[in-house]
């Protein structure tokens, strides 16, 4: 019988098969405490240019860096969303609240007139441009303080014809936008100072601090937020925030103080809780 051809036999020194790479890469990532390994190798395989640099992403992932900013990027409600390294990564429950925002247009006839919408503590912008995208029309501005975020959000917001500034909530916003605001999207840091330490090392570590703290009792931003909205929002506008299922009561107070009307809106499926505050009609 004469010895394999090199065709029919893989060398020592061949690359290894597809389903050989991603079978190490989950074997890797199991290892490293990733609970969906199988679905983060087949990303990984699929986003890198080369072997090279699949490798450095594994590497970085096993590290713990999220895996979001080793990509690159999140899915958020449906879209492809550029997510930086230090850069806050929308959650998936976060979804709910641009759902609501997107009923709230739609009850308010805006979905179709280009509705202002402001989305402050942006973040990567993610909360805007989905939002912006589902209404398909839309005046949309949004802010943050970190400069990481802002750089961020203004390659997602500019993909809608947003604009994002930099600086403290309402602060660097143009003052034309006051009593202008359809809908006001503000996903504030709502996790109490003691408990930030608590949070998983992906976000105590790689994610800005400012994007996670919110306070002795994790309302502090809120308060801020809600205290300044009737300034901005017109007549019918809507404050939409999200917070945990236990702040509810005490977010509910302050949005019913500053002069708008509360409501709470909860997913089970998402473990969400958003309250939200209506402008009253003049």
């Not at 408990?195 to 703290?213: F, K, N, T, W, Y």
């Amino acid at each position: 019988m004469s010895a394999p051809s090199p065709s029919s036999s893989p060398s020592p020194s061949s690359s290894p098969s597809p389903s050989a790479t991603e079978s190490v890469i989950v074997t890797r990532l199991r290892a490293a405490g990733c609970v969906f390994a199988e679905d983060e190798a087949r990303l990984l395989i699929s986003t890198a240019a080369t072997p090279d640099d699949l490798a450095a992403m594994v590497d970085r992932r096993v590290g713990g860096l999220p895996l979001e900013h080793v990509l690159g990027w999140a899915e958020f409600c449906g879209q492809r969303i550029a997510v930086d390294p230090g850069v806050f990564v929308p959650r998936r429950r976060t979804e709910f609240l641009v759902r609501q925002a997107a009923l709230a247009a739609t009850a308010t006839a805006l979905a179709g007139s280009g509705a202002v919408v402001v989305d402050l503590c942006c973040g990567s912008g993610a909360l805007g441009a989905a939002l912006a995208g589902i209404l398909g029309r839309a005046e949309l501005y949004a802010a943050d303080i970190d400069p990481a975020a802002v750089r961020c959000a203004r390659r997602n917001v500019a993909a809608v014809g947003g604009r994002v500034y930099e600086g403290d909530l309402y602060g660097p916003l143009p003052a034309t936008l006051r009593g202008r605001v359809d809908i006001l999207l503000a996903n504030v840091p709502y996790v109490p100072t003691e408990e930030v330490g608590l949070l998983p090392q992906e976000a105590r570590i790689h994610e800005a601090r400012v994007a996670l703290d919110g306070g002795a009792d994790g309302l502090d931003v809120l308060r801020r937020v809600t205290a300044e909205a009737p300034r901005w929002l017109a007549p019918g506008g809507v404050l939409l925030v999200e917070t945990s299922e236990h702040q509810a009561a005490r977010a509910v107070e302050t949005v019913a103080g500053s002069g708008l009307i509360p409501r709470v809106a909860r997913s089970e499926e998402l473990c969400a809780t958003v309250v939200v505050g209506t402008m009253p009609a003049r």
